[in-house]
Structure formats: structure tokens, C-alpha cells
């Protein structure tokens, strides 16, 4: 794993923590259509979609905010329109498409509010959510390790967020999961280090198609806590 310097474990706080205004909220990582459909229904089957969410879209997400912050930090973004559309091209479903795009403009009005930078203005009209994480961990001084941790992190916390809200537990067994996980995080963060400088189309991309299913079911649930 790579080391993160005393100067960048603030920023890596900062980008990581769930009460930065950026929308994280919203979405439960495709939870609540799990515990809705029976998938997920006790705290073995909660840890079990955490980890293989991690290990699919989270492992997409991390390396694509590597290579955002990879890119951003030498100053160069002109691949930034090829990274969003091979991101794109790895999340079928238009409403996790459209999750990500939400988030990454709340997250890019937020970074533009909390630590402006330059670059903001390049990523287009709605950028996907790691490619804004990518950048935005380069102008706060993080590495491409730093960066796809940070968004590993967010996805992974706002997810066993959300099982508060839609499933009987107790919050203390959730964070174990989360301890547990920490270092299956830290070892994705450097398969998508590893990754970052490579060309887009060779970035992570592991699917979850029961994820982008269920997504265009919940989208059109009359009753529904998150946005997926």
C-alpha cells in the first residue's frame, strides 16, 4: 500500500467524510432495492453486499478517480472526455448513470465552494462522480492511491448509512463490517493505483448486473427512501 504524507491524510479526511455537502447521501448503493426484493436480509447478508459491491462498482469508481487525479496532477485533462465515456460504457443501467452524474456535479459545486480550483471548469456539464473525486483529490494534494481510497470509502460508508434506514440493526455490528473491510479497501486503493496511469480502456471493469437491474426496478418504486 502507499504511504499517504502527513500533509495529505487531512485532505484524504476531508474528501472521505460523509458530511461533506456533496450528495453522498442520497443514493444507498443499491441497498435498499436488495433489502426490498429479500437479497439482503440479516446483518451475513449485509456484509456479504458490501463486500462484493466493493469489489465491483467500487473497484470501477477507484480506478477512475486514480486516473482522474493522475491526470489532473500533471496538469493535462484532455483525456477527460474518453475516461467519462468509458466509464460510462461500464455502468449499463441510464439511472446508475445518472446517480453518478448528480453526484459528481454536487461534489464538483462543493469542491468549487470548499477549495476552488481551476480544473472544475474543464469537466463539463455533469461529470460522473469519480472522475470530480480524481480531480479534486489532486488539487487537495492526494496521490492516485489517496484518491481512489477516498471515493472506496464514501461509497462503502454511504451504503452501511443507508442500512440504518432500511433494515433492523444495530449500528455497532454495521462499523465491525466497516473494520473488517478496511483492509480490503487499502488493497483495492492499489489495484487501482496500480492502474491509474494506464490507457482508459484498460481501467477496471467489473460488473454487477443484479446492481444495474435493480436499479431500473427501484427507479420506477412508488415507495423509495435513496435515489438507488
Not at 62 to 78: E, H, Y
Not at 102 to 118: K, S, V
Request: charged share 20%; proline share 6%; net charge negative.
Amino acid at each position: 500500500m502507499a504511504s499517504i504524507g502527513a500533509g495529505q491524510q487531512a485532505a484524504l479526511l476531508l474528501l472521505a467524510d460523509g458530511r461533506l455537502p456533496a450528495g453522498g447521501y442520497a443514493p444507498s448503493g443499491g441497498l435498499e432495492p436488495a433489502v426490498t426484493a429479500g437479497r439482503v436480509s440479516d446483518m451475513a447478508g449485509l456484509e456479504a453486499f458490501l463486500v462484493g459491491r466493493a469489489e465491483t462498482a467500487g473497484l470501477v469508481a477507484a480506478g477512475f478517480a486514480a486516473a482522474a487525479c493522475v491526470r489532473a496532477a500533471r496538469g493535462d485533462l484532455s483525456q477527460i472526455p474518453e475516461l467519462e465515456a468509458e466509464l460510462d460504457a461500464r455502468i449499463p443501467s441510464p439511472e446508475l448513470r445518472k446517480v453518478s452524474r448528480d453526484l459528481g456535479r454536487q461534489l464538483r459545486r462543493a469542491m468549487t465552494g470548499i477549495y476552488p480550483h481551476e480544473h472544475y471548469a474543464e469537466l463539463g456539464r455533469a461529470p460522473h462522480q469519480p472522475v470530480v473525486m480524481g480531480v479534486a483529490a489532486a488539487a487537495l494534494g492526494l496521490d492516485a492511491h489517496g484518491a481512489a481510497l477516498a471515493i472506496l470509502h464514501e461509497n462503502n460508508s454511504g451504503a452501511a448509512a443507508a442500512a440504518a434506514k432500511v433494515m433492523r440493526v444495530d449500528p455497532f455490528h454495521v462499523h465491525a463490517i466497516l473494520a473488517r473491510m478496511t483492509a480490503q479497501l487499502d488493497r483495492l486503493a492499489g489495484v487501482a493505483a496500480a492502474a491509474a496511469d494506464g490507457a482508459p480502456c484498460d481501467l477496471p471493469c467489473h460488473g454487477a448486473p443484479l446492481a444495474d437491474i435493480a436499479a431500473e426496478h427501484h427507479r420506477r418504486s412508488d415507495v423509495r427512501l435513496f435515489a438507488s
